[in-house]
């Protein structure tokens, strides 16, 4: 794409996006303006997505636009946060068509409906290279209100939204390596994060993630910032139907895969145990089912017992994204 | 990089980079939390650099670096906003060493030295291509002070910082087609974003931008931002020793060349008349020199004249990197 291109492709296909709020300017200027709410704090993140490692070549481009504006989502909802705007950088590769940037922009501007969110700004350019999408998402929480990855604490339950290992089938799905299955590919390729669960957790969990590279793996990041030991049981992590359908034919190394594998963007987090009615009843206002996997004990570590209350050994505890 | 080494490169090198903001929580978590000040607005902007677009494939990290992180701040600086944080996304190519990416955090360290800043978050990963660097800077502006490219008017004057052409002249040394010149490449490789200058200009400009894409195409966002015609005298901008001593021998096609080429990084703003006084004074106390290029009148486009008077032609305003 030429400069001029990039300038037209702003004005043209991305300024609409920035409509909703006077601050994005536009789009027009060097920098978007925010007015934060007295008392909140900004919450701040940023992912960046590669074709090849976060997703697949194959993917189509509005896939690629909505699981890059998912998962950076994700990372506000395990902060408890309100959401309010994002910037969006692309690095094209130098055969994109002007097709596919349409498709991300539409894939954009879907995603950004449903969350009532706005783009305030990034950057459009191209390289010698496969797609990179790098979004960076602004939300805001009451001070001090804030989850965090620090915080657990021996006695505490642990818990965890929705189900296991889905994303890891859709992905399988998505490259042809598994059969059909609708609602495990709309769980690859359309995650949803737990912004309402991260919300009303604020005042009950003592510390929390999203699941992005795996549930024992990022288990192990709250064990290590808490330093605590977390203690999980195989038998009670949540899966979907046609999770356990799969799981059926694979058994024991299937579940490993379905343990260690990332792109859930469900919410893992702890609690103290008098705090458990309260987190059974957030099912309901939250639309999103919440179990018990588990309890915190003093230590450095994650364990996952079997329904023998053998530990499970894992070669790797996640990180690896494909 | 393996996703395990990714953790190891974030624990030890680039947290301690967030040490000095407890918000940034020591890059543990999905994101970082910033506690605005009241009565100020919060000012966000993000620029990503490819290589073999925005800088050389042989720059050094450290150079590489620097020259993203001067970028974003200039942005800032050309809203006239207080820097206050930034987050840095890297995706690595394969066969990037320990020793680049070190040199690549040397690069970011001291940059956030120079200018008091901290690491609040990013990401790190790697893809099959050139090195990409994405980075997102945070500043605050006390609400409604921030300098926008909309807002010249006609009978305004148009104002530079520094001098022009220096960069583009410091990246032909640095690709090898020109010879040695410590200042013109330290122009390239170490630009100076006019942050004290931006400050200052909050309360006289009335619109402005920082010079990345060139002069006269940079001039001409403020004249589509504005709706407002930018004539600039080609003989008052100002020029470098260095630059002069190269433009005896290129002539006008060199000086075309000068005011075209991007990655100066000075501020170009307009100002009423009658703030022409103070703007002068700003010398002294911003440490940087401001010349006066033309004035604005009614249009919607940029002229360039020469000394006899005549509108210079450009083949193009700018936009081309390299």
Redesign the interface.
């Known amino acids: 794409m030429?400069?001029?291109g990039?300038?037209e492709f702003i004005r043209n296909k991305l300024a609409p996006l920035s409509a909703d709020e006077p601050?994005a300017?536009g789009l027009?200027?060097?920098?978007?303006?925010?007015?934060?709410q007295?008392g909140?704090?900004?919450?701040?993140?940023?992912?960046?997505?590669?074709?090849?490692?976060?997703f697949l070549e194959s993917d189509a481009l509005d896939v690629v636009a909505r699981r890059s504006f998912l998962s950076n989502l994700?990372?506000?909802a395990?902060?408890g946060?309100n959401p309010i705007g994002y910037?969006s950088?692309?690095?094209w590769p130098l055969n994109t068509t002007e097709e596919q940037r349409d498709q991300f922009v539409s894939g954009l501007a879907a995603a950004q409906t449903k969350y009532g969110l706005t783009l305030?700004?990034?950057?459009t350019?191209?390289?010698?290279?496969?797609l990179?999408v790098?979004m960076?998402?602004?939300?805001e929480?009451q001070?001090g209100s804030?989850l965090?990855?620090?915080g657990a604490n021996p006695g505490d339950d642990i818990w965890v939204t929705g189900s296991i290992g889905d994303a890891a089938l859709g992905l399988a799905i998505a490259r042809g390596d598994l059969d059909q299955q609708p609602y495990l590919l709309s769980r690859y390729q359309n995650p949803t994060p737990r912004i309402e669960a991260g919300i009303c957790l604020r005042k009950l969990a003592s510390a929390c993630?999203?699941i992005s590279?795996g549930l024992v793996a990022d288990a192990g990041?709250i064990a290590s910032?808490s330093q605590v030991q977390l203690n999980i049981e195989a038998a009670m992590i949540p899966l979907s139907a046609p999770a356990l359908l799969w799981l059926e034919k694979e058994g024991d190394v299937g579940l490993r895969k379905l343990l260690t594998a990332g792109d859930d963007y469900e919410l893992l987090f702890t609690a103290p145990h008098d705090k458990a009615s309260e987190i059974l009843s957030l099912k309901s206002e939250c639309g999103v089912d919440i179990s018990w996997i588990g309890s915190v004990s003093e230590g450095q570590d994650v364990t996952v017992r079997d329904e023998e209350g053998e530990v499970m050994k894992f070669d790797s505890p996640g990180?690896?994204?494909f």
Chains 1, 2 share one sequence.
Not at 28 to 36: C, E, I, M, R, Y
Not at 41 to 51: A, F, K, T, Y
Not at 125 to 130: F, K, L, M, N, Y
Request: a negative charge.
């Open positions: 030429s400069e001029t990039e300038f601050g300017l027009t200027d060097d920098a978007a303006l925010l007015t934060p007295p909140q704090e900004i919450v701040l993140c940023s992912d960046m997505l590669v074709s090849g490692t976060h994700s990372d506000l395990a902060m946060a910037l950088s692309v690095c305030l700004g990034g950057d350019t191209s390289g010698e290279g496969p990179v790098s960076t998402f602004v939300g929480v001070s804030a965090k990855r620090a993630i999203d590279d990041h910032t990180f690896t994204h």
